[in-house]
């Protein structure tokens, strides 16, 4: 009797320090994980049903060298931000207006950049080591997204700048505070923009719940480098479910990646 008491209240203390380590309500294993995505809520729907998800293997056999393509056109300037935790995975906030994206005569506000790690597409089927989504939305609220794909080897210029701000966001994080965050300051996004000489390009969707399509993929060809030192850094502040946060590759169901290549 006793015993069984205390196994209740031991299930209702791991059932309190769930909610509180992992507010998000989707993961990356077990049964919050990415197969699991679709049945956790109506809202995740199109995470297991629908036909355009995203990531994808960006493999030679399904790129097309595209002329229609165009050189990315961005503007990007500085505004105040912040480094912030957003539970599954930790990103920069920014302020104000920070500039825009133009594709196919459409305009794209940046709201937000985020990191995943290791990276949620591939090349050629080979994982790199972590990804940052630049995600843009316009007036209609369609999303579009450029990515940045990381090998290992030096470190990263942009998250040198914030290596400091990270250990006190996992210091903040520590008791398992999602939301925390800490300011950063001026913060120029031209810094991020990459020359943007070869790109891919294809449609498809959020990588995290809702999974929700129509998302316009931008994948810069060339890749950035991120030290083991600054990986350890971006994954501290996540609790376990989340320190891997990458997407498993979806099928690309007839889907044709585009490229454009300014060399060629
Ligand atoms: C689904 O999304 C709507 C609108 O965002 C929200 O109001 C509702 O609570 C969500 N339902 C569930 C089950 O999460
Ligand atoms: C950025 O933050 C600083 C310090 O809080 C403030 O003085 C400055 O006005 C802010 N700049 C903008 C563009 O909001
Ligand atoms: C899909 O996104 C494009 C922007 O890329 C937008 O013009 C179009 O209206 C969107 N379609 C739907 C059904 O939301």
Redesign the pocket.
Known sequence: MAMGIFFLILSFALLALRSCADPANFGYHGRYGPKKWGSLSPNFSACAKGKHQSPVDLRKENIVYSKELKPLERHYHSSNASLVHNGFNIGVHFDGKVGDLRTDG?VFYLKQMHWHSPSEHRFNGKQMEAELHLVHQ?E?G?F?VVSVLYKLGNPDTIISKMEKKLVELAKESSAGYVGAHVDLGSFNVRHVKGRGQSYYRYMGSLTTPPCKE?V?WTILGELRSISLQQLHLLKAPLSPQFKNNARPIQPLDGRKILKYSGQA
Request: without cysteine; negative net charge.
């Open positions: 459409e316009n209609e369609s579009a129509n316009t």
